[in-house]
């Protein structure tokens, strides 16, 4: 499959009163089309607005986006417009992402005035149709408004107006993480009917690794607005090289009171992201630290072939 998104080096800085927050420092990666790229990691690693900057929706601070060749980083007028219609987004909270004033038709219709895809109000409201049927929303909802619905339909809808611009690449920002576990069902598997159906790549970003597990064709492991790891899903469940991905992979619940747990404690005090000093953000909670961890950051190296991983001492701990 050929490469449709690339990221080079991309920082996010956020100016606050004593400096910057580093919330993005630094991100590399390439996304071939049609698959998924899984982003995990802790609340406040940056996830949430890595997807923003590759969509724009934070300007970027450095780096590079490419998107199908074409250098999208800082675009502006006519051809940010045209961007917008090969991107979008699912949000987290389906409840506070739509417009409790609008009904599902204006809400699904919504896109479609905006980028002026569709002028002739027949046509949109055939594709309102057509979107609606993709998503698996009954039509006896066109008039029902957002707080009548529950979870699972709320987010459906989001997911019409994300499909609205016949897109080619979806950021979803935890998309199932407000919903009842047989709801996160439905929707998985309705966003792998679509990738399947429609070609569409993902980027899935989650903080449930069974979720992202299950949909995922390479999955990043971010720390403190840095890539900690990136490897194909089951070299990287099978066989981490990051210390904190270890950590991580143990807390997973094993619902059996027969399988003994080996579970990593990280403590320590997680470093700050606001003016963060030189070295390994992970240093603070790592039993392998040494001086050089805390002195100097480590670039991210191939460990494994498509197994990437940013550690001074990954070779030593795995060998």
């Given at each position: ?102 009904n599902v038709q204006s809400l699904i219709e919504e896109p479609l005035k ?206």
């Amino acid at each position: 499959m050929p490469v449709q998104l690339e990221v080079k080096d991309l920082m996010k800085y956020f100016r606050i009163p004593v400096g910057f927050l580093h919330a993005v420092d630094g991100v590399s990666f390439q996304l071939e089309e049609g698959k998924t790229l899984g982003v995990v990691g802790e609340s406040g690693c940056g996830k949430s607005t890595l997807g923003r900057a590759i969509l724009g929706l934070n300007e970027a601070t450095g780096g590079q986006v490419i998107f199908e060749g074409e250098d999208v980083t800082h675009l502006k007028g006519a051809s940010r417009k045209a961007y917008k219609k090969k991107v979008q987004i699912i949000f987290q909270d389906p409840f506070s992402s739509l417009d409790a004033r609008m009904n599902v038709q204006s809400l699904i219709e919504e896109p479609l005035k905006v980028l002026g895809t569709y002028r002739n109000k027949t046509d949109r409201l055939e594709k309102v149709d057509e979107l609606m049927d993709t998503v698996g929303l009954a039509g006896r909802y066109k008039t029902s408004y957002p707080h009548e619905l529950d979870g699972g339909r709320r987010q459906r809808i989001g997911i019409a107006r994300a499909l609205a611009m016949d897109p080619r690449l979806i950021v979803c920002d935890e998309p199932v993480s407000a919903l009842d576990v047989s709801i996160q069902a439905q929707i998985l598997n309705l966003l792998a009917d679509l990738q399947e159906e429609k070609g569409l790549t993902y980027i899935f970003i989650t903080h449930n690794l069974s979720v992202v597990k299950h949909i995922s064709d390479r999955i990043m492991v971010m720390y403190c607005g840095c890539l900690a790891e990136m490897a194909d899903t089951d070299s990287l469940f099978e066989q981490p090289l990051h210390p904190y991905t270890k950590g991580l992979l143990s807390a997973i619940p094993v619902p059996s009171l027969h399988v003994q747990r080996n579970e990593i404690l990280l403590e320590g005090e997680i470093q700050s992201p606001i003016n963060p000093r030189p070295g390994c953000r992970f240093a603070g909670r790592c039993c392998y630290a040494t001086q050089l961890c805390r002195a100097e950051t480590p670039k991210p190296a191939e460990l494994l072939p498509g197994h990437i991983v940013s550690c001074h001492h990954a070779g030593e701990i795995n060998g």
